[in-house]
């Protein structure tokens, strides 16, 4: 375990709907980042969150969008939903210090029909 | 581009036989490196990292990896793996936050 919680754990959600994904992080990790896993796939980085602000965006649609709040939880939301959008979503979470290290939840599966 | 590249799709191996996973990157300028392992049902953890220093790096496990920046590879290794081992391995490289994966090497233990 790393601390890090996700929920829900799985979503079933139909095309053009609109979805919302939580993360816990670990305690006392103050940066959040997002990650899309499709399957068969490396997870690929959809953004990041430091102080409650997006520090750093993968390529992907604006129709992709975060929240981080002062506790450094984090939402990420989707909206359109396309069935492309099928995929493990992972949220991580990394210390105030100069390490690099992430830690992973055990992500949220999100099937779009 | 940044992109890190897992040569290995799908490695099958008995109980006891060695493990060598290929990874090579492509970054420009300094890069961190880490190998994750997902076992089937569970999160993303990490095995090992190589920041500096020793290129020879050492992990939980048994696993190690040796960065080789002549050849920009960071491949992993395991002398004799176990059942347990199964698993989903994945390379990683950074030089921010942004972590860019490689596709995955599925590696199948059979007793």
């Known amino acids: 375990e790393t601390g890090v919680t996700q929920s829900p754990t799985h979503l079933i959600k139909t095309r053009g709907q609109q979805v919302t994904l939580r993360c816990s992080s670990q305690?006392?990790?103050?940066?959040v980042s997002w990650y899309q896993q499709a399957l068969g796939q490396g997870p690929q980085f959809i953004f990041q969150?430091?102080?409650?602000?997006?520090?750093g965006r993968g390529n992907f649609p604006p129709r992709f969008s975060g929240l981080q709040f002062p506790n450094y939880s984090s939402e990420l939301n989707v909206n359109a939903l396309e069935l492309d959008d099928s995929a493990l979503y992972l949220c991580?979470?990394?210390?105030?210090?100069?390490?690099?290290?992430?830690?992973f939840g055990p992500g949220t599966r999100l099937t779009v029909l | 581009a940044q992109s890190v590249s897992q040569h290995n799709h799908h490695v099958i191996l008995s109980e006891a036989a060695s493990l060598e996973l290929g990874c090579n990157y492509s970054?420009?300028?300094?890069?961190?490196l880490f190998w994750y392992v997902q076992y089937p049902g569970q999160h993303l953890q990490l095995l090992l990292k190589y920041f500096s220093g020793d290129p020879l790096v050492k992990g939980i496990k048994g696993f190690e990896a040796e960065f080789i920046k002549s050849k920009f590879s960071f491949n992993l290794r395991k002398p004799s793996v176990q059942w347990s081992d199964t698993a989903e391995y994945f390379c990683?490289?950074?030089?921010?936050?942004?972590?860019?994966f490689g596709t995955g090497t599925r590696l199948q233990v059979f007793p």
């Open positions: 990683a490289a950074s030089n921010t936050d942004k972590l860019i």
């Open positions: 969150y430091y102080r409650e602000e997006e520090n």
């Open positions: 305690s006392g990790h103050n940066t």
């Open positions: 970054y420009g300028g300094t890069v961190n």
């Open positions: 991580a979470s990394r210390a105030p210090t100069g390490s690099f290290e992430q830690f």
